[in-house]
């Protein structure tokens, strides 16, 4: 378990709070929980498949990747410019590369990344250990947090290489996501798309997500001017209609 939680957060994991309780497990630990060596070992069998390349999926934290694999970070963030900024500059969120790499970075923030398979990789165990120097080509970050009071799985971003995008791996990642999420109790997955990225929205749609309740919606300006957000905030529901209610529901080791 993390030994630098606030005050706050020893608290909140006494009192059995899921959110933090979660978030205070080390990347191992976390591995081991809810995302279980079968499932990362098919993935990256089908992952060969479809891409034809020598690829590994690694699981890590951002704390992690800061501290040993910077240039693993700046790729991912190389990634996200050259998708993304021109979205970001035409909308009211405009575009900070310092803000976004301070927000790839945040404490909870985790990563499925998509990398160069190194021949000592044992594909028997979740891969927590980047490796050295390897190609990165894809990765999702996430973050399990509470939004609006709910407990939420939140994608931050997905990106791909163009060598290995429309090849179902976009749809992968975002199942292994999912995965960790209703493994964990979670209510729900969240992510945020910008509307001029049309291709993206109708991807999300096909995915099962659809528009929140919690999305922002038209402002009437002073001036009378309507103002349409940029962006709609998206979610695919975790939870059927049979499920406990979260407190009556026991928390899934995985």
Not at 224 to 237: A, C, D, F, H, V
Request: aromatic share 8%; hydrophobic share 35%.
């Amino acid at each position: 378990m993390n030994g630098r939680l606030s005050k706050a957060q020893r608290q909140a994991i006494e009192r059995g709070k899921l959110v933090e309780t979660l978030n205070a497990l080390d990347i191992a630990a976390f591995a081991g929980r809810f995302s279980d060596s079968t499932t990362f070992s098919e993935a990256e069998k089908n992952l060969i498949a479809k891409t034809g390349k020598n690829l590994v999926i690694l699981l890590q934290s951002a704390s992690a990747l800061r501290r040993d694999r910077k240039d693993l970070l700046e790729a991912c963030f190389s990634l996200i410019e050259k998708s993304s900024a021109d979205d970001y500059k035409a909308s009211e969120i405009k575009w900070s590369p310092a803000s976004k790499r301070k927000e790839m970075v945040l404490p909870d923030m985790k990563y499925l990344i998509v990398s160069e398979r190194e021949d000592t990789h044992n594909s028997e165990s979740v891969n927590t250990q980047p490796v050295a120097g390897s190609r990165m080509y894809g990765f999702v970050s996430f973050m399990i947090t509470y939004e609006d009071s709910h407990e939420v799985m939140y994608v931050y971003e997905i990106h791909l290489d163009v060598s290995l995008r429309s090849q179902g791996v976009g749809t992968m990642l975002m199942q292994m996501v999912e995965s960790v999420g209703q493994k964990a109790g979670l209510e729900k997955c969240m992510l945020t798309v910008f509307k001029t990225n049309q291709k993206a929205l109708r991807w999300y749609e096909h995915c099962g997500y659809g528009i929140d309740d919690f999305s922002p919606g038209p402002r009437l300006l002073r001036n009378g001017t309507i103002k349409e957000p940029t962006y709609l905030i998206l979610s695919k529901s975790f939870k059927r209609p049979s499920d406990p209610k979260p407190s009556e529901a026991p928390l899934n080791d995985g």
